[in-house]
């Protein structure tokens, strides 16, 4: 998809935000050959959304899983008890200092 290749083109890093629920299912194989061919110098996290809708061992066991490719985050986003935003935003950070050459790195979300 062109709108996907856009963006990945224009960011340092990548999310690829997964559904806690059906991870491989929201996963996009085409999308990781695409960076691993064509931009294996671009970053790349998995985000595990939606955590709160399964089990803790559930989660605990796809963050294992998935963690053997790419760096992959537990992700609840809500008003009142998020979970994951301090672990991601540590994350970007710690991906900026590797980028000292430029004032801001771009962060690309797709999923």
């Not at 629920?21 to 110098?41: F, N, Q, V």
């Not at 294992?64 to 672990?87: R, W």
Request: aromatic share 8%; hydrophobic share 40%; proline share 4%.
């Amino acid at each position: 998809n062109a709108e996907y290749m856009g963006v990945i083109d224009s960011s340092d890093v990548v999310l690829q935000v997964l559904d806690a629920r059906d991870p491989m299912g929201t996963r996009s194989a085409h999308i990781e050959k695409y960076l691993k061919t064509d931009h294996p110098h671009k970053h790349v996290v998995l985000v595990l959304n939606k955590c709160d809708l399964v089990s803790t061992w559930a989660t605990a066991r796809w963050i294992k899983v998935l963690s053997a490719e790419y760096p992959t985050l537990a992700f609840h986003a809500s008003t009142g008890k998020s979970f994951g935003k301090g672990a991601l935003i540590q994350l970007l950070r710690q991906f900026g200092r590797l980028h000292s050459d430029k004032p801001q790195i771009s962060v690309g979300l797709i999923g």
